[in-house]
């Protein structure tokens, strides 16, 4: 069940008995309770709102206003209140884990318990962000939940570890029943059903965890017709991420999977049920272009993966003629 909740700002728990009305009112006194600016490492550079430096600027503001009243019972601000799990976006929320799988030699999927039957309350797309420390520096990183929008008792994440990455260091340490500290929901796809013709999905590596919760959200509900063409990329075959999950969608009438592999030389040692969706190579305009004129509707885009592919991947589209209203970056 989740622990007791942390607020994102630098406030830490001693901060309610630091506060008292016998002390005195000096500089150093007002100093000590002044909440420090958060470190670049500790915005995890999605977006959100509100953003760690946004809660930073309330907390500075309340302390400012507390000062100037010469007030200290001003700084005890109320926490936020949530449904079920807690979950909140301006509050840091302890979750246990429940499972780790390894997937592929750098990439885990975590599963996290929730209390009863209760759900995070996401929309899809929605992201979560991560908070975790390394040799005492704080370290915050965006998430988006593999699991389905409604499911009850708990929430899964998709995580690749990278040799040299600071929250890395921090992931690689986790283990059954540890707690981990999560905040949000942030973003969203605004997606209903039957919204689209049909929707082409353009993943790299771990940005295939946005697109799981839409396609099982489409093929879970009869009454969405949607087409989807998935197109995973991925260096090698091994590095495919949930293979079972995506080969059982693939039988769906309205869904079709591509995977494009970066570091294959050979078709020949791929199973016979992927050589035929399979491309040897790097995904490009041309690709693109051709997987757009076999789809069976016009197609909404949805781009996830690195900085470097979502630019790539808009600069294809944009070539090809598609207008901003027409793709969405995760």
Request: proline share 5%; aromatic share 12%.
């Given at each position: 069940?989740?622990?007791?909740s942390t607020?994102?700002?630098?406030f830490?728990a001693s901060?309610?008995?630091?506060?008292?009305?016998t002390?005195?009112?000096?500089?150093?006194?007002?100093l000590?309770?002044?909440p420090s600016?958060?470190?670049?490492?500790q915005?995890?550079?999605?977006?959100c709102?509100?953003?760690?430096y946004?809660i930073?600027?309330?907390e500075?503001?309340?302390?400012?206003e507390a000062?100037?009243?010469?007030?200290?019972s001003?700084?005890?601000g109320?926490?936020?209140?949530?449904?079920n799990?807690?979950l909140t976006?301006?509050?840091f929320?302890?979750?246990?884990?429940s499972s780790?799988?390894q997937?592929?030699?750098?990439?885990y999927?975590y599963?996290?318990?929730?209390?009863?039957?209760?759900?995070?309350?996401?929309s899809?797309?929605?992201?979560?962000?991560l908070?975790?420390?390394?040799?005492?520096?704080e370290v915050?990183?965006?998430y988006?939940p593999?699991?389905?929008?409604?499911?009850?008792?708990?929430?899964e994440?998709l995580?690749?570890?990278?040799?040299?990455?600071?929250?890395?260091?921090y992931v690689?340490?986790?283990?059954?029943?540890?707690?981990?500290?999560?905040?949000?929901?942030f973003?969203?796809f605004?997606?209903t059903?039957n919204?689209?013709?049909?929707?082409?999905?353009?993943?790299?590596g771990?940005?295939?965890?946005p697109?799981?919760?839409i396609?099982?959200?489409?093929?879970?509900?009869?009454?969405?017709?949607?087409?989807v063409?998935l197109?995973?990329?991925f260096?090698?075959f091994k590095?495919?991420?949930k293979?079972?999950?995506?080969?059982d969608?693939?039988r769906?009438w309205n869904?079709r999977?591509?995977?494009?592999?970066s570091?294959e030389?050979?078709?020949e040692?791929?199973?016979?049920?992927?050589?035929e969706n399979t491309h040897?190579?790097?995904?490009?305009e041309?690709m693109?272009?051709s997987?757009?004129s076999?789809?069976r509707?016009?197609p909404?885009v949805?781009?996830?993966?690195?900085?470097?592919f979502?630019?790539?991947?808009?600069?294809?589209l944009?070539?090809i003629?598609l207008?901003?209203?027409?793709?969405?970056?995760?």
């Amino acid at each position: 069940m989740p622990q007791t909740s942390t607020t994102c700002a630098t406030f830490d728990a001693s901060i309610t008995g630091s506060i008292s009305m016998t002390m005195n009112d000096s500089e150093d006194d007002w100093l000590s309770l002044k909440p420090s600016e958060p470190l670049p490492s500790q915005c995890c550079g999605s977006g959100c709102k509100p953003c760690i430096y946004d809660i930073y600027q309330k907390e500075l503001e309340r302390w400012e206003e507390a000062k100037t009243k010469k007030d200290k019972s001003l700084l005890i601000g109320k926490k936020p209140q949530s449904s079920n799990s807690e979950l909140t976006p301006e509050t840091f929320t302890a979750f246990i884990i429940s499972s780790v799988d390894q997937l592929t030699e750098d990439t885990y999927q975590y599963k996290f318990e929730l209390p009863g039957n209760s759900n995070l309350g996401l929309s899809l797309g929605q992201h979560i962000v991560l908070r975790g420390q390394v040799n005492g520096l704080e370290v915050q990183r965006a998430y988006t939940p593999i699991s389905p929008v409604n499911a009850e008792g708990y929430f899964e994440v998709l995580i690749k570890c990278y040799e040299a990455g600071l929250m890395s260091q921090y992931v690689k340490s986790w283990k059954e029943g540890d707690a981990v500290f999560w905040r949000g929901p942030f973003g969203s796809f605004p997606y209903t059903a039957n919204q689209y013709g049909e929707l082409l999905m353009l993943a790299s590596g771990t940005g295939l965890a946005p697109m799981i919760p839409i396609l099982q959200y489409i093929t879970e509900k009869e009454e969405d017709e949607t087409f989807v063409t998935l197109v995973g990329c991925f260096r090698t075959f091994k590095n495919i991420y949930k293979k079972s999950f995506l080969q059982d969608q693939s039988r769906f009438w309205n869904i079709r999977t591509f995977y494009v592999l970066s570091q294959e030389r050979t078709l020949e040692n791929l199973p016979w049920s992927f050589r035929e969706n399979t491309h040897i190579g790097r995904i490009n305009e041309n690709m693109i272009k051709s997987l757009m004129s076999t789809c069976r509707r016009q197609p909404f885009v949805l781009i996830c993966g690195s900085v470097t592919f979502s630019e790539d991947m808009e600069r294809c589209l944009k070539n090809i003629g598609l207008e901003k209203e027409s793709y969405f970056i995760f």
